[in-house]
């Protein structure tokens, strides 16, 4: 239909869409793969006491800061743990006007996306949202809900200064399920 709006993020891309179809009416439907439910900091800030990663009409959308008390994924789980429920942080999802897609992992290894989408849903349900949510969580996927085949939970790349390795969690074979 070509008069329906429908945005589709990614991990942080998740945190954009959700803020898009919270912020504008126009949008009829949204869908989220590794989904966040809080707005985060912008990465590779180099402020302690963080920078938002977002804007809305010109503002600076408020963001939480990762703790540094853990690493990996705990440091999004610890962070989230101590959000109160009406933390200015938390995306709106009650204001979206359509319906909504959630896909995510309980193995996920950037981020507890499981957790995050299940809040989604927790928040939509206890605001009586009146639009389909569809929630989707697979035990041993990776943050690397989209593509195709099997994918690596542990990527090492290479750059000339340094040489990163991120662990996004699952195994092959979960998030392969996960992808058909």
């Known amino acids: 239909n070509s008069t329906k709006i429908i945005v589709i993020g990614y991990s942080r891309g998740s945190e954009a869409a959700l803020l898009t179809a919270s912020s504008d009416p126009q949008v009829n439907a949204v869908a989220v793969f590794s989904p966040s439910s809080v707005a985060w ?3 590779g800030s180099t ?4 920078k938002s990663g977002w ?4 503002r600076p959308v408020p963001f939480l800061v990762p703790t540094n ?6 440091v999004f789980r610890s962070s989230l743990a101590r959000v109160p ?3 200015p942080a938390r995306i709106p999802v009650e204001r979206i006007r359509g319906p909504i897609l959630l896909v995510a992992s309980d193995g996920d290894g950037i981020w507890p996306s499981g ?3 299940r809040q989604i849903a927790k928040e939509l349900d206890a605001s009586a949202f009146r639009y389909n949510v569809t929630l989707l969580v ?3 996927a990776s943050h690397r809900l989209l593509g195709i085949g ?3 939970p542990i990527q090492t790349y290479k750059s000339p200064d340094q040489t990163r390795v991120i662990n996004f969690g699952g195994t092959p074979d979960g998030t392969e399920a996960a992808r058909n």
């Open 47 to 50: 402020d302690p006491t963080g």
């Open 150 to 152: 099997p994918s690596p």
């Open 138 to 140: 697979f035990n041993h």
């Open 115 to 117: 957790a995050m989408a």
């Open 85 to 87: 429920r009406h933390n």
């Open 69 to 74: 008390e853990q690493s990996g994924v705990e």
């Open 55 to 58: 804007s809305l009409q010109g």
């Open 41 to 43: 900091g912008a990465l």
